[in-house]
């Protein structure tokens, strides 16, 4: 490994990992000033001290440029003209170097604190308010505002000139990259909403980092690169939506790092009154090498986020276990950072819910139990607030923590070099983030003016917005973004008069503003038809708005599902597998995905699609009652039992007359199943089912008959007991009985005459199988009770011959006469067995 990569491990990382003689040696390759510029920009990067880089007229001189001008394209022709007299490791290294340290200073102002400056020297011909204006606008991309209160926006444009613009310039650099993916999603988290194409620099920036090999190594260092790539990974992933990519990378770190950890039980109580130990959730930790030893914290506990203890008269701070659980196992940072990943992942892909929340819980504990990175601990304390708000026991709490945040963001200690260690690999807030928390906890509470003087001192126009409307004061809402608009008119602002009035001429407005690229006021304009189910005219306009922006997840699910309503089944299609391409754990995409390729007449397709949903949620009965119905038409009959029997296992019964006569011509007509093999092999399965279905559903006709039918089919083949022969008769006996129990059978034509067929093939079943019955006195007793039955129905036909007309009639004498046969001829059966 070469010194320069040496170096390059230590600045990702932002710990000292190289020697004084790796410095030396890249110096000796230097000329004039570049072995000092070099020297002085790695030792202020990895103490932190990223406003001394940008206090040095060599830096200075490569960063100071007219806005006017063009900003871009001015820092990118100084590094050009820096790197094109003497493009060598080193200068390309410095390069480097003051990207980073802009980047960082970025997230310093915004997100860890402590307070940064030095951003007013950068750009010559714009100061002050102007200055700030100017440089966030310039971070709009492709319609997309970034958040106007960010605090010094020109590091921001500094380190995307220098990591992303530069990025091609920078070949001697193994780290450029991921650098330029570092960039690229500090820039995303500034947007006030997700970018397609930040999306695509990301995820190709990734793909490069993935692939290079300059992490390559077992030693502890290559260990801790690659933990922190993977949790980066799986982190920007995440953000996207996109559940199994992040999942894979969690995977891999886990398997990484020689660990398990999963939820189980432990005896503990959890409130000072509790007598006895009850079972609580715990994250169990099990390490499968070497323990991780001096694991100390990166600064003096004093200076963390502080973990501020609950103080509540019933519940106890922290669950006393009976016996200690394996908390004791040391985790490295890294390791912290993957299991509050994981404990973010599960909560985005669940419901909300008392028992998800819990389980939330058990994981942020853990990460809590042992402070090593400031970073770390601040996030986890975040997620904990964002859990205790719904708690009224925990809520007091919460907003006291959100409090200490953003105290711990003001505190000058410790540096910010230690603040942002593993920075990328956590969900740490941005202030506004905390900020914008607490005002909906304010909300929630019911202190709305409290709620509305957060917003309003952050200027959140959209919580401003939200919270009016849902008190009922649009008025005021609208006056405050007319105020604002008076001030300066942009695409966003009038996005938010729409929000406000509900006027979709606004968004139109908006729309022109922006010169047709606010992928935001399509979309308003489209939801606000699609939620008044004008589905017809929503789609042109979500339809533009995924065109311009298309990780719009909602957008597409509103596109998908306004295109099944006017029944553009290939829209449809192509909607909602955008949405599982985001989202691929989302059961209601697949599902409906598969209701329009039904639609479409493609059942292969809707069949694996369904499959598709199922895996995302196993518990919800109308997927498999859709799986249930395609597995039927695509001859997978072996999964259309076991999805029966899984539907009764949820919903306690199912009842399918239709389905279940389909699954007995299968069987008893042999007809191949998807695979070719003939149905017949099926027969004792659909018996178990419905010996299952008739146990919870008693009054089917169409169950009951299909499930004697099996039985007839056992019997024609010579395969039947003198016990199969009597359940047969039993189970069209309650077949006939649940169909002439039906109110004012004997009223209606159809329904009368489907009563004499029962009644002749039961009679005429009788009469074929008794002889199976060796006892007499069982014969007689069945023979008697049929011929009871029947000479019942026949009388009720009789009574109301009056109901029915001529023709009617004529239908159904045929059908009387051949009944009375058939009973005449057991009435004779009867009598012999006497």
């Not at 940072?333 to 509050?340: R, V």
């Not at 829209?571 to 995409?589: G, M, Q």
């Not at 649940?738 to 109110?743: E, I, Y």
């Amino acid at each position: 490994m070469n010194n320069f990569v040496r170096i390059e491990r230590s600045v990702v990382l932002g710990q000292c990992v190289y020697s004084s003689e790796d410095l030396s040696a890249c110096e000796t390759t230097a000329k004039g000033n570049d072995a000092s510029l070099l020297r002085f920009l790695c030792e202020r990067f990895l103490r932190g001290e990223f406003c001394e880089v940008f206090s040095d007229e060599r830096v200075k001189e490569l960063t100071k440029v007219s806005f006017r001008e063009g900003c871009f394209d001015q820092l990118y022709q100084k590094c050009a003209n820096y790197l094109g007299t003497d493009n060598s490791c080193v200068r390309q290294l410095a390069v480097l170097l003051i990207g980073a340290s802009a980047l960082k200073l970025f997230i310093q102002s915004n997100w860890t604190g402590p307070a940064a400056s030095g951003s007013e020297e950068i750009f010559t011909d714009v100061t002050g308010d102007e200055c700030h204006r100017l440089c966030v606008s310039e971070l709009e991309i492709n319609g997309e505002p970034s958040y106007h209160l960010i605090e010094e926006p020109a590091f921001l444009i500094v380190a995307k000139a220098f990591l992303l613009s530069c990025r091609r310039l920078l070949s001697a650099c193994s780290t450029a990259d991921w650098w330029a993916y570092r960039c690229a999603f500090v820039h995303q988290l500034v947007l006030l909403d997700r970018s397609f194409s930040l999306y695509k620099e990301i995820s190709e920036r990734l793909s490069q980092v993935e692939e290079s090999t300059f992490w390559a190594g077992d030693d502890d260092m290559s260990h801790k690169l690659k933990m922190q790539f993977l949790m980066e990974a799986a982190m920007a992933h995440l953000y996207y939506f996109e559940v199994t990519k992040c999942r894979s990378y969690l995977d891999k770190a886990k398997l990484l790092s020689h660990f398990d950890f999963e939820l189980t039980g432990a005896l503990g109580k959890r409130t000072y009154h509790q007598e006895n130990a009850l079972s609580q959730l715990v994250l169990s930790v099990q390490r499968k090498g070497s323990c991780v030893e001096d694991l100390q914290p990166a600064c003096p506990l004093v200076h963390f986020p502080k973990n501020l203890p609950l103080k509540d008269d019933t519940i106890m701070n922290e669950i006393k276990f009976d016996h200690e659980v394996s908390s004791n196992t040391c985790l490295a940072p890294e390791e912290q950072c993957l299991i509050l990943t994981t404990c973010i992942l599960n909560k985005n892909i669940s419901a909300p819910e008392a028992l998800r929340d819990e389980e939330m819980m058990a994981y942020i504990e853990r990460v809590l139990s042992m402070p090593l990175a400031w970073s770390v601990q601040f996030s986890a304390l975040f997620q904990r607030c964002r859990l205790e708000t719904k708690s009224s026991r925990r809520v007091e709490r919460s907003m006291s923590q959100l409090q200490g945040l953003v105290d711990a963001v003001k505190a000058s200690e410790p540096h910010a070099g230690i603040r942002q260690e593993l920075f990328f690999c956590t969900r740490s807030p941005s202030v506004w983030d905390i900020e914008k928390e607490l005002g909906h906890l304010f909300f929630s509470l019911g202190a709305t003016k409290s709620a509305l003087d957060v917003f309003l001192k952050y200027e959140l126009w959209e919580e401003v917005i939200s919270c009016y409307t849902k008190i009922d004061r649009r008025d005021k809402a609208e006056a405050i973004v007319r105020r604002l608009l008076e001030q300066e008119e942009t695409a966003h602002l009038y996005c938010l008069l729409g929000d406000a009035t509900q006027d979709p001429q606004h968004f139109e407005k908006a729309w022109e503003i922006s010169k047709h690229t606010s992928s935001r006021a399509q979309r308003s304009l489209g939801l606000m038809h699609y939620h008044k189910k004008e589905f017809k005219d929503a789609i042109p306009y979500l339809e533009k708005s995924v065109e311009l922006n298309g990780i719009q997840m909602n957008v597409w699910f509103a596109l998908g599902y306004s295109a099944m309503q006017v029944e553009d089944y290939p829209l449809c299609v192509k909607a909602y597998k955008r949405v599982v391409n985001l989202d691929s754990d989302s059961f209601e995409a697949w599902n409906n995905m598969a209701s329009a390729y039904i639609h479409m007449g493609d059942k292969p397709k809707a069949w694996k699609v369904l499959q598709e949903s199922l895996k995302c949620n196993y518990e919800d009965w109308r997927v498999w009652e859709n799986y249930l119905l395609v597995c039927a038409d695509v001859g997978a009959f072996e999964e259309c039992i076991k999805a029966w029997h899984r539907l009764i296992e949820i919903k306690g019964k199912h009842a399918d007359g239709k389905l279940a006569k389909i699954l007995v011509k299968v069987v008893s007509e042999g007809i191949p199943d998807m695979h070719g093999k003939p149905g017949s092999y099926l027969k004792p399965k659909l018996l178990e089912l419905f010996g299952r279905v008739t146990s919870g559903v008693t009054n089917d006709a169409d169950i009951w008959y299909c499930y004697g039918s099996l039985y007839k089919l056992s019997r024609e083949e010579g395969d039947s007991s003198e016990e199969d022969t009597e359940r047969m008769l039993q189970f069209f006996q309650k077949s006939f009985r649940c169909l002439s129990q039906k109110q004012n059978w004997e009223k209606d034509v159809d329904t009368c005459s489907e009563v004499l067929t029962r009644s002749k093939e039961l009679l005429e079943c009788y009469m074929s199988s008794i002889e199976s019955i060796p006892n007499k006195q069982r014969r007689h007793q069945l023979l008697s009770s049929a011929r009871i039955t029947m000479k019942g129905t026949l009388a009720i036909v009789d009574r109301h011959k009056a109901n029915f007309t001529s023709e009617q009639l004529q239908k159904l004498e045929p059908m009387v006469n051949s009944v009375t046969e058939k009973l005449e001829q057991v009435t004779a059966l009867t009598a012999s067995c006497d």
